[in-house]
């Protein structure tokens, strides 16, 4: 059950490799900081040698402890994030990744675990953006969300009008309804009762004091405000406000989230581009099926992204 939590906890919270040196690699990476009331939330800016109004891509990571780089305390180093920067880069295209608050350089922006709130996330997303703008060496924001981040994302650009949106890996049912159908059959019988009950309970905003110590790393009382912030967006009914070009993209060897959430989003608007990438797992590297195989990739930083990702990113930029 310890492996089952790990990965519902990383969900809650052939190929190319774009990398060289840097001496011969013909972008530059920079820090930049965005100051919030409760803290600096800090950021990689990576941009391509004569970049004169190039499009930037702004990166949004997944949940639970992902920092920037696509990279997790929770045994997850694949590099993915960066590894998208430096693919990005080769074709002219800026990219911006961060800390989200509470994690790695950017963890003091979070006051507590209790404190946080999914509109937190959102509203970050929206200052960054409103940075960009304001900086003449951009055109064509766009904004990428992995995982969690594809909700995220999605919210922001409602409220923070950008170029288009790119949707990774991302669920298409609220988080309640994906972590019920998650813990179905995974758990035993007392426990998938106790945590249908918390569900029930949280979706209508209410809290539980008394959680069974084996459910405590998803529904620990300090989470749950969190929780219940999350719960109350479906992807699905937020895609549909979006009015800008929108690109979906899912691969069928996730063990995390499944091709059956990008077509949720796809439902939710038509006006999408939906893409399946075959063997693609949800760490965005080449993968089979099998758990432990797929998981292996989890803690491959130099293995390439699954070429067919950056591809269609950069088709949906530059078309």
């Excluded at 809290?207 to 912030?229: A, W």
């Excluded at 758990?291 to 292996?296: G, S, T, Y």
Aim: some cysteine; hydrophobic content about 40%; charged content about 25%.
């Amino acid at each position: 059950m310890k492996k089952i939590i790990v990965i519902l906890v990383a969900l809650l919270f052939s190929q190319i490799s774009f990398a060289q040196d840097n001496q011969s690699r013909n972008y530059q990476e920079s820090d930049l900081t965005l100051t919030t009331p409760t803290g600096s939330i800090y950021g990689t800016l990576t941009i391509p040698n004569g970049c004169q109004k190039c499009p930037i891509v702004i990166i949004i990571a997944g949940s639970g402890p992902t920092d920037r780089n696509g990279n997790s305390i929770a045994g997850v180093d694949a590099n993915s994030y960066k590894m998208i920067s430096e693919g990005l880069a080769q074709e002219g295209i800026a990219t911006l990744r961060y800390d989200k608050r509470g994690i790695a350089a950017s963890k003091d922006a979070m006051t507590g675990e209790k404190d946080i709130r999914f509109e937190n996330y959102i509203d970050d997303v929206v200052l960054w953006i409103q940075m960009i703008k304001r900086d003449d060496r951009f055109k064509n924001i766009y904004v990428l969300g992995h995982s969690e981040g594809s909700l995220i994302g999605i919210v922001a650009a409602e409220r923070e009008k950008v170029k288009g949106y790119i949707s990774v890996s991302g669920i298409g049912d609220s988080a309640d309804k994906t972590l019920r159908e998650q813990l179905k059959n995974k758990l035993p019988i007392y426990l998938m009762v106790a945590s249908n009950k918390i569900l029930d309970s949280l979706k209508v905003g209410k809290t539980v004091e008394n959680v069974d110590k084996n459910l405590m790393s998803i529904y620990r009382p300090s989470i749950q405000p969190y929780l219940i912030s999350w719960f109350k967006y479906d992807p699905s009914v937020e895609i549909a406000k979006l009015k800008i070009p929108i690109l979906i993209l899912q691969g069928t060897t996730d063990i995390q989230v499944t091709p059956k959430d990008a077509q949720k989003l796809w439902e939710g608007n038509k006006n999408a581009k939906l893409v399946i990438i075959e063997n693609m797992n949800h760490v965005l590297k080449e993968s089979p099926m099998d758990q432990k195989a797929n998981l292996e990739t989890y803690k491959k930083p130099t293995l390439p992204l699954k070429k067919e990702l950056l591809e269609e990113i950069i088709r949906f930029i530059h078309k």
